[in-house]
């Protein structure tokens, strides 16, 4: 089946006192704008194998408040936007978690937008069996960031933007691929503490076109593999 929903302006809202699922083994549609709320426990964005979903979350004010992990591409398909200003708020995040391959992803984020952010109180780990793609164009925080745990995962930082935290990790695992993008004029790379490059498996970072990155200790391959 198909299901879709929107939540239209202030005061707007809808609550899941359990999951929200969006594409469980359908399509889902799920569109948050002029300020609206969703809530719900956990979010999964294209949920079994077959389930497709997408998600936007656009403009200043509008939300999406999970009181636990956002999963986008668990076993499916999923798409993320947050842009012009929207939050999407969650512990860890997970993009591509066992679905996609390198050339067709299973979980998509794009980040864009004055305000925009996905906030974390966790971590966040893209790719973590399967493929994930994390598209940012605007300042964004998180703890510890795993692009390619086992799977295969891809992070483009563009345009000016800064991203920044604590720890990262390309290619953790012996089947695990990681590579960072950092491009253009004023766009940083920050990492406080530790950056592994390479930890099992293969990691990759790129920075050009005038992009700064930073970091603590850097290691670049890290372990036998």
């Known amino acids: ?96 978690e066992n679905s996609g391959d390198a050339e067709t992803p299973g979980g998509t984020v794009n980040l864009n937008g004055d305000g925009s952010a996905w906030q974390m109180s966790g971590d966040l780990t893209v790719g973590e069996s399967g493929a994930g793609v994390v598209n940012i164009t605007l300042w964004t925080t998180r703890e510890a960031l795993i692009v390619g745990g086992a799977g295969s995962g891809k992070v483009n930082v563009t345009t000016g933007a800064g991203a920044t935290a604590d720890s990262v990790t390309l290619g953790a695992s012996a089947s695990g691929s990681g590579e960072v993008n950092v491009t253009g004029e004023n766009t940083q790379w920050q990492v406080a503490t530790a950056t592994i490059i390479g930890g099992e498996g293969q990691g990759k970072l790129n920075v050009t076109l005038g992009a700064q990155a930073s970091t603590g200790t850097a290691t670049l391959g890290e372990s036998t593999g």
């Open 1 to 96: 089946g198909t299901g879709t929903v929107t939540i239209n302006g202030q005061e707007s809202s809808w609550k899941s006192t359990n999951d929200l699922l969006v594409g469980k083994a359908g399509t889902g549609n799920l569109t948050v704008i002029e300020g609206g709320s969703v809530e719900s426990d956990s979010g999964y964005i294209g949920f079994s194998t077959t389930g497709q979903g997408e998600v936007s979350i656009d403009g200043e004010g509008s939300r999406w408040d999970n009181s636990a992990a956002l999963h986008v591409g668990y076993d499916g398909k999923g798409i993320l936007h947050i842009t012009s200003g929207g939050v999407v708020a969650s512990t860890d995040g997970f993009v591509g």
